[in-house]
């Protein structure tokens, strides 16, 4: 289900970021680290999720209780120019929420349906682009580019809601609910949007992640 999906693509992007700011890499070559402090379990997530939009379809989900688990991480940190650095985040993931959605078809409301959505064990890779600054006790970070994850999910509420669906396009002229079906199971996250900052207190560092980070930067001209 896209509701899970689009706060588990929040998170990752946050955890992805956080990754790249606790990196330090000397050289500028590629860099491959590992943070185990961010593995773990995170719980309510949040209820406000992104809506599914097919055509005239639109599938409207809510989550109130949603857990994830991160397992394992790896991050690839490279240099670029211009002061930006790529960061591969390598996840190995799962999770699941109670999910509550509403589908409407050119307009009409067909109904809403509940259902325990899973995000089964699974690796995925995230690539993004970022700049890193250093203004007094704070390091600021700024999304660059990013590439859409798609994730799977299991949950009889996609096979719910096509059905729904596929009732309502009989009588409504222009309606599909072609391609639904992919869009519900195999959701796309997003990834924070190019311009995004995050501002990373400085005091949340060790002395020696500090410095390390501080020559990193230096020594890419990102200082």
């Known amino acids: 289900m ?3 999906a689009n706060r588990l693509g929040h998170l ?22 590992v943070v185990e402090e961010i593995n773990g379990t995170y719980t309510d997530l949040g209820g406000e999720l992104r809506e599914v939009r097919n055509g005239p379809v639109v ?8 857990t994830f688990e991160l397992f394992a991480n790896r991050l690839e940190l490279t240099p670029l120019e211009d002061g930006e650095h790529q960061a591969d985040l390598w996840v190995h993931f799962e999770g699941e929420a109670d999910v509550e959605a509403e589908i409407l078809v050119a307009g ?8 325990v959505v899973v995000v089964p064990n699974q690796e995925r890779t995230i690539r993004t682009r970022v700049k890193l600054e250093r203004q007094e006790e704070k390091y600021l970070i ?63 560092l060790s002395p020696e992640q500090k410095r390390q980070l501080d020559d990193y930067l230096e020594r890419s001209g990102s200082s």
């Open 142 to 204: 700024t999304m660059v580019e990013s590439e859409e994850l798609t994730i799977q999910i299991e949950s009889q509420l996609a096979g719910q809601l096509v059905t729904i669906c596929e009732n309502f396009t009989r009588f409504t002229f222009g309606s599909s609910c072609d391609g639904l079906d992919t869009a519900l199971n195999n959701p796309r996250v997003p990834m924070p949007e190019p311009g995004k900052e995050l501002e990373l207190d400085a005091r949340q």
């Open 59 to 66: 599938v409207r989900p809510t989550s109130e209780n949603n």
């Open 2 to 4: 896209s509701g899970i």
């Open 108 to 115: 009409i409301s067909g109904g809403t349906l509940t259902d």
């Open 12 to 33: 990752l992007g946050l955890l992805a970021l956080a990754t790249v700011v606790s990196a330090a890499a000397p050289e500028p070559e590629t860099t491959t680290i």
